[in-house]
């Protein structure tokens, strides 16, 4: 969880409250300039990251994000999230 809220913070245009026991993190994208089902619909074309968008919650800033998995396909998914808002970002 430490390590996917701290990248998910480091990531422009990211920011995201970390989870207190949850293994889901929720990340606020409002700064990138799309609403939750675009950004998930585009991550997951582009680099092929499933995220659920956060309209589903109430909250289309967001999208929701599980950890629940080895540490190497967080580190991995990440990455493509990184690579994906970066783009945007510019």
């Known amino acids: 969880r430490t390590y996917a809220w701290k990248k998910l913070n480091s990531i422009p245009g990211v920011s995201c409250v970390n989870a207190m026991g949850a293994f889901y993190l929720f990340p606020n994208v409002s700064k990138l ?6 950004f998930c ?24 994000l599980s ?11 990440l990455e493509r999230i990184d690579r994906f808002c970066r783009t945007l970002a510019k």
């Open 41 to 64: 619909a585009r991550l997951l074309e582009a680099e092929r990251v499933a995220a659920v968008p956060g309209i589903a919650f109430g909250a289309d800033d967001y999208f929701r």
């Open 33 to 38: 300039g799309l609403k939750s089902g675009d």
């Open 67 to 77: 950890y629940a998995t080895s540490l190497a396909n967080i580190e991995k998914g």
